[in-house]
């Protein structure tokens, strides 16, 4: 049956209009198998639906997991007992780096993402998110940037600084060979990969929502990856800026860092820990998310205190940001600043608190399942408690000047992102398997893995809490045996072994499954609520239904029959390619039928072209690495060529008699969306240019120019700005040409800009250079090129867009109804004219102003 009103409607009521019999045509559902299919033989590296994306996503995340954690278990080895040799302090310090960045930035964040591309479009009954392809190609640039990093360790040039990297041991003089550049240019590469999975997450979210499903109505799952997803967005720059200005201090000798010139290693601290702490909970959120999901559907009951606890998801977003400086009570910062941050780090624990009660209640209140991922529940709700209440511990300032790089603190961490995050994760790979080969996961192994994960993790870091406060310091690779801490490291040791022996079993277990073992599983095994348990094929969901209230399965038990049959929205494709409807971001009303591009051989490359280019430059092939960019650079324009089509077909019934337009402009249309949440994530790393600059001024004041001299005059302030607005200006009228199809006249304007904007850069350049500075002889110049270098990878940026635009105008693929190439160009132009213009201020004004 269908949905059908008499008359087409151009607009959503948001009422869910009366089923009547009316059959689907034929061969609909083949025509959707068809278009959806995966490609075969080695044309499935192609692939970028979002159950082959994410399933890759997740398999390689975990193998990090396993090779990181291999890692652990021989730094185990090393301390089970005093004076050992089984490994050298510097193979240690490399084991140690390789497993806490593998942990935290290659197994952490990506599986959260990845369990996000995979489930959220089942969440949403959207058929895949936003930009598949943009989804392909962050999977395979974290693959091929992960394995190239673990793969340092071969050859001896693993990074050996610590995950978290604190210069000055990091610079050129203490860390001169490329060790230090695997982490910097590898992690700050793979940072990159994972805000655009931010970017597809964002979007995904508010534009492909199921009609019906205002913000009220959204699961709690799909609003902890929107708001992990905004945290990334304003904490990740953070260390890629981080990252960015060590590699250059590296290369090019700039003293960001040094003190002798002007710089401060705090510096790096400031923007790691600003990333580094809003990271604890960008890893969290998502895994609470999967708890808020599992507890109700275990419980057979819905969730106490919904809407708290989507507060309280935003409220530890917004907390996390307060909380960087927790980090470094121990650095000597002024007592005021302690006090806040030490009130912050407290009050975190209340948004926290409430999502632990919400699902205590919840548990209470309901006839709980008691399944594997009940019992890995359990387990996380015990350890995470521990973690948090140790996490007050060292929030209390005097005590954290006692713990301070001590066990106790290893202790913590592992509490909180073991308990935290492993646990769900593991919860929800027994929950959420059926939906990958319609199997269940042993019960008897599942029970198994747990109680030895569960005990053998207790033993392996419980002991640790009593060594840190026995005085045992963190990263050190032996110790005395007279200090009483031997048999603390050996039971350690142990418990870490028997922890692994859990993960062990649930590997066996997922390779049983794989090989068509275990039982097989119902459409919905749990009796779950929400849509993720909708009958799926490759195209996801048959229709979109239209959503009513939380748990639409639990509301309408017939919504399975109803949506299998093509009973709701989109019941076929009736543009003949892959599709998807796009919501209005709060009310969920259909807009548009958006169009999703399917496989392409560009992602895979541009992928592998982009990891070959970070790589070429850590091994120092500087001019090698120019032909992998070139070539990443030209496949990411071959896959966006053919994407902007235009209105190519008339408006289309999507079910129910609703008629939607298939292409919209501006605000409407999703790729402005992702191109305004790229802005946001450019302005942050600005920002954190800008608090580098006004760091370094305020440590070192006299290095900075006084009262204009050593500045260059101000007739140069006046040109750069002059040259930046025509930038603005003439993007602005170049859009008013569009709107009138004045094809000479956008050409025109667009040339206009480019010149305006390479006059700018070169203008900023000279206005530097009059100084007599260098980069390399003071924090100042450091950081005011910087500054101008970061400007000129704008120009650079906008030097590509703008010839791609002026490209697609010649090839009479731009005018007023076929436009967002050029909505997304001018958004680019514009932001870059202001921060250009921002930039120039600064420099040429704040060391005349300040006193």
């Given at each position: 049956?269908?949905?059908r009103?008499?008359?087409?409607?151009?607009?959503?009521?948001?009422?869910?209009?009366?089923?009547?019999?009316?059959?689907?045509?034929?061969?609909?559902e083949e025509r959707?198998?068809?278009?959806?299919?995966?490609?075969r033989?080695?044309a499935?590296?192609t692939?970028?639906?979002?159950?082959?994306?994410?399933?890759?996503?997740i398999?390689?995340a975990?193998?990090?997991?396993?090779?990181?954690?291999?890692?652990?278990?021989?730094?185990r080895?090393q301390?089970?007992?005093?004076?050992?040799?089984?490994?050298?302090?510097?193979?240690?310090?490399?084991?140690?780096t390789?497993?806490?960045?593998?942990?935290?930035?290659?197994?952490?964040?990506?599986?959260?993402?990845?369990i996000?591309?995979?489930?959220?479009?089942?969440?949403?009954?959207?058929?895949?998110?936003?930009?598949?392809?943009?989804?392909?190609?962050?999977?395979?640039?974290?693959?091929?940037?992960?394995?190239?990093?673990f793969?340092?360790?071969?050859?001896?040039?693993a990074?050996d600084?610590?995950?978290?990297?604190?210069?000055?041991?990091?610079?050129?003089e203490?860390?001169?060979?490329?060790n230090?550049?695997?982490?910097?240019?590898?992690?700050?590469?793979?940072?990159?990969?994972a805000?655009a999975?931010a970017?597809e997450?964002?979007?995904?979210?508010?534009?492909?929502?199921?009609?019906?499903?205002t913000?009220?109505k959204?699961?709690?799952?799909?609003w902890?990856?929107?708001?992990m997803?905004g945290?990334?967005?304003?904490?990740?720059?953070?260390?890629?800026?981080?990252?960015?200005l060590?590699e250059i201090?590296?290369?090019f000798?700039?003293?960001?860092?040094?003190?002798?010139?002007?710089?401060?290693?705090?510096?790096?601290?400031?923007?790691f820990?600003?990333?580094g702490?809003?990271e604890?909970?960008?890893?969290?959120?998502?895994?609470?998310?999967?708890?808020?999901?599992m507890v109700?559907?275990?419980?057979?009951?819905?969730?106490?205190?919904?809407?708290?606890?989507?507060?309280?998801?935003?409220g530890t977003?917004?907390?996390?940001?307060?909380?960087?400086?927790?980090?470094?009570?121990?650095?000597?910062?002024?007592?005021?600043?302690?006090s806040f941050?030490?009130?912050?780090?407290?009050?975190?624990?209340?948004?926290?608190?409430?999502?632990?009660?919400?699902?205590?209640?919840?548990?209470?209140?309901?006839?709980?399942q008691w399944?594997v991922?009940?019992?890995?529940?359990?387990?996380?709700?015990?350890?995470?408690?521990?973690?948090?209440?140790?996490?007050v511990?060292?929030?209390?300032?005097?005590?954290?000047?006692?713990?301070?790089?001590?066990?106790?603190?290893?202790?913590?961490?592992?509490?909180v992102l073991?308990g935290g995050?492993?646990?769900?994760?593991f919860?929800?790979?027994?929950?959420?398997?059926?939906?990958?080969?319609?199997?269940?996961?042993s019960?008897?192994l599942?029970s198994?893995?747990?109680?030895?994960m569960?005990?053998?993790?207790n033993?392996?870091?419980?002991?640790?809490?009593?060594s840190?406060?026995?005085?045992?310091?963190r990263?050190?690779y032996?110790?005395?045996?007279?200090?009483?801490?031997?048999?603390?490291?050996?039971?350690?040791?142990?418990g870490?072994?028997v922890?692994?022996l859990?993960?062990?079993?649930?590997?066996?277990?997922?390779?049983?499954?794989?090989?068509?073992?275990?039982?097989?599983?119902?459409?919905?095994?749990w009796?779950?609520?929400?849509?993720?348990w909708?009958?799926?094929?490759?195209?996801?969901?048959?229709?979109?239904?239209?959503?009513?209230?939380?748990?639409?399965?639990?509301?309408?038990?017939?919504?399975p029959?109803?949506?299998?049959?093509?009973?709701?929205?989109?019941?076929?494709?009736?543009?003949d390619?892959?599709?998807?409807?796009?919501?209005?971001?709060?009310?969920?009303?259909?807009?548009?039928?958006?169009?999703l591009?399917?496989p392409?051989w560009?992602?895979?490359l541009?992928?592998?072209?982009?990891?070959?280019?970070?790589?070429?430059?850590?091994?120092?092939f500087y001019y090698?690495?120019?032909?992998p960019?070139?070539?990443a650079v030209?496949?990411?324009?071959?896959?966006?060529?053919?994407?902007?089509?235009?209105?190519?077909h008339?408006?289309?019934?999507?079910?129910?008699?609703?008629?939607?337009?298939?292409?919209?402009?501006?605000?409407?249309?999703?790729?402005?969306?992702?191109?305004?949440?790229?802005?946001?994530?450019?302005?942050?790393a600005?920002?954190?240019?800008?608090?580098?600059?006004?760091f370094?001024?305020?440590v070192?004041p006299?290095?900075w120019?006084?009262d204009g001299?050593g500045?260059?005059g101000?007739p140069?302030?006046?040109?750069?700005?002059a040259?930046?607005?025509?930038?603005?200006?003439a993007i602005g009228?170049?859009?008013?040409?569009?709107?009138?199809?004045?094809?000479?006249?956008?050409?025109?304007?667009?040339?206009?800009?480019?010149a305006?904007?390479?006059?700018?850069?070169?203008?900023?350049?000279?206005?530097?250079?009059?100084?007599?500075l260098?980069?390399a002889?003071?924090a100042?110049?450091?950081i005011?090129?910087?500054l101008?270098?970061?400007?000129g990878?704008?120009?650079?940026v906008?030097?590509?867009?703008?010839g791609?635009?002026l490209?697609?105008?010649?090839?009479?693929?731009?005018?007023?109804?076929?436009r967002?190439?050029?909505?997304?160009?001018?958004l680019?132009?514009?932001?870059?004219?202001?921060?250009?213009?921002?930039?120039?201020?600064?420099?040429?004004?704040?060391?005349?102003?300040?006193?």
């Open positions: 049956m269908t949905l009103t008499d008359e087409p409607r151009d607009e959503f009521s948001g009422g869910r209009p009366t089923p009547s019999p009316v059959p689907r045509p034929e061969g609909e959707l198998r068809r278009l959806w299919r995966l490609p033989g080695i499935l590296l692939a970028v639906n979002n159950t082959k994306v994410g399933v890759w996503y398999g390689t975990l193998l990090f997991f396993l090779i990181a954690g291999l890692l652990a278990l021989v730094m080895l301390l089970a007992v005093p004076d050992n040799d089984l490994l050298d302090h510097n193979t240690y310090n490399q084991f140690f390789v497993h806490g960045t593998g942990m935290m930035f290659l197994f952490a964040v990506p599986i959260v993402e990845a996000g591309v995979y489930l959220l479009p089942s969440f949403l009954a959207a058929r895949d998110l936003p930009f598949p392809r943009l989804s392909a190609f962050a999977f395979w640039a974290y693959f091929f940037g992960g394995i190239a990093f793969c340092s360790l071969i050859f001896g040039a990074p600084g610590g995950w978290f990297m604190y210069p000055p041991l990091t610079s050129y203490h860390s001169p060979g490329i230090a550049d695997f982490w910097l240019l590898g992690i700050g590469f793979i940072e990159i990969s805000i999975g970017i997450i964002v979007v995904g979210i508010l534009r492909t929502r199921p009609p019906g499903m913000l009220d959204l699961p709690i799952y799909a902890s990856m929107l708001v997803a945290m990334i967005i304003f904490a990740f720059p953070a260390v890629i800026v981080a990252t960015a060590l201090e590296r290369a000798h700039w003293p960001f860092f040094i003190a002798e010139k002007g710089g401060d290693p705090l510096l790096w601290q400031h923007l820990w600003f990333f702490h809003p604890v909970y960008i890893i969290f959120l998502p895994a609470a998310g999967l708890v808020s999901m109700p559907t275990l419980a057979r009951r819905p969730l106490i205190g919904h809407d708290l606890v989507v507060l309280a998801l935003v977003g917004f907390f996390s940001f307060g909380l960087w400086v927790h980090h470094m009570f121990a650095t000597g910062i002024p007592s005021l600043s302690l941050f030490s009130a912050a780090s407290m009050a975190v624990a209340v948004p926290s608190g409430i999502q632990v009660f919400a699902w205590i209640a919840t548990l209470g209140a309901g006839r709980v399944t991922a009940t019992r890995f529940l359990f387990g996380f709700l015990f350890i995470f408690v521990l973690g948090g209440l140790t996490g511990m060292v929030a209390v300032v005097p005590f954290d000047w006692q713990a301070h790089d001590s066990y106790f603190i290893v202790a913590h961490l592992h509490y073991i995050m492993v646990f769900p994760v919860a929800g790979l027994y929950h959420w398997w059926p939906t990958l080969n319609g199997r269940l996961l019960e008897r599942g198994w893995a747990f109680w030895l569960f005990i053998g993790f033993v392996a870091f419980f002991p640790m809490h009593i840190g406060l026995q005085g045992m310091p990263r050190v032996t110790y005395p045996g007279d200090l009483g801490w031997n048999l603390l490291n050996m039971v350690s040791t142990v870490a072994f922890l692994a859990g993960v062990l079993l649930v590997l066996v277990d997922m390779a049983r499954s794989a090989l068509g073992r275990g039982e097989k599983a119902s459409d919905n095994p009796n779950a609520g929400t849509l993720e909708l009958p799926n094929e490759l195209y996801a969901v048959r229709s979109i239904p239209h959503v009513t209230g939380l748990y639409p399965l639990w509301d309408n038990p017939d919504l029959r109803e949506v299998r049959e093509g009973a709701h929205f989109l019941p076929g494709a009736p543009t390619r892959r599709e998807t409807i796009v919501t209005s971001p709060i009310e969920a009303k259909p807009q548009y039928l958006m169009p591009p399917g392409h560009a992602p895979f541009a992928g592998l072209f982009t990891a070959t280019h970070f790589i070429s430059l850590t091994l120092k090698f690495s120019l032909v960019a070139v070539l030209g496949l990411v324009i071959w896959w966006l060529w053919g994407l902007d089509k235009g209105a190519d008339p408006p289309q019934d999507v079910g129910g008699g609703w008629r939607v337009p298939v292409y919209v402009q501006g605000p409407k249309n999703h790729s402005w969306w992702g191109m305004v949440v790229l802005l946001l994530v450019d302005g942050t600005f920002a954190c240019l800008v608090f580098t600059y006004l370094l001024w305020t070192s006299d290095v120019p006084t001299d500045l260059p101000l140069w302030l006046a040109g750069g700005l040259l930046w607005g025509l930038a603005a200006l009228w170049a859009r008013s040409a569009v709107d009138r199809n004045r094809h000479g006249r956008v050409r025109l304007g667009l040339i206009v800009a480019w305006a904007m390479v006059g700018g850069i070169l203008l900023d350049t000279n206005a530097q250079m009059q100084t007599g260098v980069g002889d003071s100042y110049g450091a005011a090129y910087m101008v270098a970061w400007q990878f704008h120009v650079a906008m030097t590509l867009m703008l791609y635009t490209a697609r105008s010649a090839a009479g693929l731009l005018h007023s109804e076929r967002v190439t050029f909505d997304n160009t001018m680019m132009g514009w932001y870059s004219a202001a921060q250009g213009g921002t930039a120039l201020l600064l420099l040429h004004l704040f060391p005349r102003l300040a006193i």
